[in-house]
Structure formats: C-alpha cells, structure tokens
C-alpha cells in the first residue's frame, strides 16, 4: 500500500499563485510500482475531476481548464509530487487530491487539502 499526503493548500486572491505538494510513503516494492501520479479536484456541488497527471517517464496530461496556467511535476526520488498553480481563478476553488496509480492498477488517494480563491 502506498500512503499519499497533500500540502500546501490555503487561501489565494484571483491571480495569485500557489504550490501544492504531495509526499508518497510505503513499502519500497510500492512506491516502485507506482508509474502514474496524478492532481484531483472537487468543487462543491460538483463531481471530482483531472487536473493533471504525470507519468513516471515524465509525460504530463492536463485538463483544458488549467494548461498553460498549471505545472505539475514529480521528484521521483523523493517520491513528491508538486503542482505549481499561476494565475488562479475563483473557478479553481476545490478541494485538491493527490493520486498514485500503481502497475497492477491500484490506487491510492490522499485526504485532499482545500483552495480557496477569493475573487
């Protein structure tokens, strides 16, 4: 099993920036099957969706919502993941979840950590 904790959340005016992170724990058998680590988002009232994902070779994906605006990006040997978000919107109001995908298709969530974009 693989643990995944967020950080880094908190309150933003619009246009402002923040940098989430992501520290992935267990097993060294885990942790090297994990081959996709990805950002999650909830807004109230609304269904969780992709904001990005990045594999373990280094090729991202991003939600239209966010491309150009957030970077995400991974520290394979610290086993960290990070999204640096500019030029934030009140749409990006959500509670952020961190995501680790391992080879047998396993996966693991953390407990989220909230921004709040205040326009």
């Known amino acids: 099993q693989v643990q995944v904790v967020e950080s880094g959340g908190g309150l933003v005016q619009a246009g402002g920036s923040l940098r989430l992170s992501c520290a992935a724990s267990?097993?060294?058998?885990?942790?090297?099957?994990?081959?996709?680590m990805g950002w999650y988002r909830q807004a109230p009232g609304k269904q969780c969706e992709l904001v990005a994902t990045?594999?373990?070779?280094?090729?991202?994906n991003y939600a239209d919502s966010v491309k150009g605006r957030f970077t995400i990006s991974r520290d394979t040997a610290k086993n960290t993941l990070f999204l640096h978000m500019n030029s934030l919107r009140s749409e990006d109001t959500a509670v952020y979840y961190c995501?680790?995908?391992?080879?047998?298709?396993?996966?693991?969530w953390g407990p989220g950590t909230q921004v709040t974009v205040s326009s």
């Open positions: 995501n680790a995908r391992r080879t047998d298709s396993r996966q693991d």
């Open positions: 267990g097993s060294i058998f885990s942790i090297a099957r994990i081959n996709v």
């Open positions: 990045v594999t373990r070779a280094g090729a991202t």
